[in-house]
């Protein structure tokens, strides 16, 4: 099985700055896209930004410029900082990665539990 162990988040004004991390725990299976989904109150689960195994990111157009998105330790960390934060990015981020055991070719898709950011006055 896949694990996503997340930290950061919390509350911060708007302007502000705040980073997430995701530690993956992969058992054998190989990560493919790494990365971040928001999902605000009473609103579906949206696209933060993902990193693929060789490094490529794709980010959603409205964080596009203001967040980074970083993958490190031999893929198995998923880092993103936030910068000139709205309260519009207000919601639960979760931990995202598709994996597949060696040796077959089916993706599975694997979320963390969730942290909370505000941006708030």
């Known amino acids: 099985q896949v694990q996503l162990v997340e930290s950061g988040g919390g509350l911060v004004q708007p302007g502000g700055s705040l980073s997430l991390s995701c530690v993956v725990s992969r058992s054998g299976f190989r990560v493919r896209n790494l990365g971040w989904y928001r999902q605000a109150s009473g609103k579906q689960r949206e696209l933060v930004a993902t990193?693929?195994?060789?490094?490529?990111?794709n980010y959603a157009e409205s964080v596009k410029g203001r967040f980074t998105l970083s993958r490190g330790n031999g893929g198995d960390t998923a880092t993103l900082l936030m910068n000139t934060l709205k309260p519009e990015d207000t919601g639960v981020y979760y931990c995202y990665a598709d994996a597949r055991r060696p040796f077959t070719s089916e993706y599975r898709d694997f979320w963390g539990q969730g942290t909370q950011v505000t941006v708030s006055s």
């Open positions: 990193a693929t195994s060789d490094g490529t990111t």
